[in-house]
């Protein structure tokens, strides 16, 4: 962690009470905060001032010398070959339509082409002895599925780059579905019985907060019951929030009921257009 300027100009003062040379520069004993406070006409001695500076350079120096150490822990982490960060990182650099080259004792792409890339999204997880790599393209706001063409290319990208006999099975497919079942207690003074604000009837802040909450999740995060109560209960009017019932599902499979949280099998997970939170929501008066 980065020391103060404070901490950088105190230790330039220590040094310079040592020289015996440097004794007519006052006042002697100095601090930062001496200086900071200082109201005199030595405060804007120019040695105090260039002292100050140096401090300042140093305090910057020891900020990159921190994020150097940030960035060069992330790229260990995810230059080590066959890793579940590494499988990550190699999923998103997919080219589709470009062709892998050996060098460097590695595949590489020989033309670095932003536009062909279309796995926005990776996460990779072990089951067993299987590493399952999922996922997604589109964006924060809206995550999908990515063509069959780039899952075809993006699999033989797969079989190309993997470890020698590791088995990777990936999932690319649409969100999961949700259906939220909540009692909302609320304040009769700032909600309407249908969750609508009372001086804004446009907003519903409940179904805003859920479907903001579930965007704002990370690729392949579960879904926490309280948490999202936590979260709701921050809203302006809400005084409660009770679970009915949460049922989850792949995007064709069956309802199944969970009590506290959800992993989507897809990554990421949307609200049932068919259970939409203006029938599974049910106000009451606190």
Not at 30 to 48: E, G, I, M, Y
Request: proline fraction near 5%; glycine fraction near 4%.
């Amino acid at each position: 962690m980065a020391r103060s300027v404070k901490y950088f100009y105190d230790i330039i003062i220590q040094e310079k009470d040592s020289l015996a040379t440097l004794n007519e520069w006052q006042p002697q004993a100095d601090t930062a905060n001496n200086l900071l406070t200082d109201v005199s006409q030595s405060k804007v001695a120019r040695w105090r001032i260039f002292s100050w500076c140096v401090a300042c350079c140093a305090y910057a120096l020891d900020v990159l010398f921190d994020l150097f150490k940030k960035e060069l822990g992330v790229m260990v982490q995810n230059s080590r070959y066959g890793t579940l960060p590494w499988w990550e990182v190699t999923a998103k650099a997919y080219q589709h339509g470009h062709n892998l080259v050996w060098q460097n004792n590695q595949y590489e792409y020989v033309t670095d082409a932003p536009d062909s890339r279309f796995v926005n999204f990776a996460k990779a997880v072990e089951s067993g002895r299987s590493v399952i790599l999922k996922i997604a393209g589109g964006s924060e706001d809206s995550r999908q599925p990515v063509s069959g063409a780039v899952e075809s290319g993006f699999m033989s990208y797969v079989k190309r780059v993997k470890p020698p006999g590791s088995h990777v099975v990936v999932v690319n497919a649409e969100a999961d579905r949700l259906k939220l079942y909540l009692k909302i207690k609320y304040n009769p003074l700032v909600l309407s019985a249908n969750g609508q604000l009372l001086e804004n009837p446009s907003q519903k802040p409940v179904e805003t907060a859920i479907a903001t909450y579930l965007l704002n999740l990370p690729f392949n995060s579960k879904l926490e019951i309280s948490k999202l109560s936590y979260e709701l209960k921050q809203i302006e009017g809400v005084e409660a929030v009770y679970l009915i019932e949460a049922e989850g599902a792949r995007h064709e499979g069956d309802f199944e009921a969970f009590a506290e949280t959800y992993e989507p099998y897809s990554g990421y997970m949307v609200i049932d257009d068919e259970f939409p939170l203006s029938d599974t929501l049910t106000y009451e008066p606190f």
